[in-house]
């Protein structure tokens, strides 16, 4: 029943490695986001993607890559992981613009 | 580019203080929301603020949109240690682009 549900919740990975975390949301809502939130709590957004169409795309190191197979999933791999990627990922969705539901967080260790 | 500016960090308050947090934008907002993120958990939406001047109360917490719309604020009165956690303001400009604040960590001792 969770509106916006990411997997997985903890993960904890050495330098170098590649990982994923997935998003699905059942809010049906056409708009998703990818937020990073380091340890001052400051909230990034990352990626922001339309019915499928990217329309976000901040500064971010091309070791990330977002992948929206369709409006309810957007999933965002890493390559080569750095002990600077440590930090709690949030996916969000979002209706036009409006209200943003945030997924529960997962918090991402790289050692 | 659009800043919102959100203080203070951090805010230390005693238990039946009350206590306001500021969210200023570098532009015009066309609206601006509240979340709240408690320890450990995801930031949750509290309320939107839409009408220059509007003001909105939820029990003890008062928020509201400047005259500009281009700064609000959130008072809690006779704060309670559930009122702990980070507050973020987030604010849509005209071209629906959102950004949050930095975040008020609010930590409440009893």
């Known amino acids: 029943d969770t509106a916006v549900s990411q997997t997985p919740k903890y993960l904890v990975t050495q330098m170098g490695n590649d990982k994923s975390i997935k998003c699905e949301q059942n809010l049906g809502h056409d708009t998703m986001y990818w937020y990073k939130q380091d340890s001052k709590k400051f909230l990034k957004i990352m990626f922001s993607y339309n019915n499928k169409e990217l329309i976000i795309n901040e500064t971010v190191p091309n070791r990330f890559s977002p992948k929206s197979p369709d409006k309810a999933h957007l999933n965002l791999h890493i390559n080569s992981l750095e002990l600077g990627d440590s930090a709690v990922y949030f996916c969000a969705s979002s209706q036009r613009g409006n209200t943003i539901y945030f997924g529960e967080g997962s918090w991402l260790t790289v050692v | 580019g659009q800043q919102v500016m959100q203080i203070p960090q951090y805010q230390h308050v005693q238990e039946g203080e009350d206590f306001t947090t500021y969210c200023n934008s570098s532009?015009?907002?066309?609206?601006i929301q509240w979340y709240k993120q408690r320890p450990g958990g995801h930031p949750v939406f509290l309320i939107q603020l839409v009408k220059s001047g509007e003001v909105k109360k939820q029990k003890r917490l008062t928020f509201q949109f400047g005259e500009a719309k281009k700064n609000s604020s959130l008072h809690i009165t006779a704060t309670q240690t559930t009122d702990v956690g980070t507050y973020f303001c987030a604010g849509y400009n005209s071209w629906g682009k959102l950004q949050f604040g930095a975040g008020t960590q609010v930590v409440v001792t009893p």
């Open positions: 532009t015009t907002l066309s609206n």
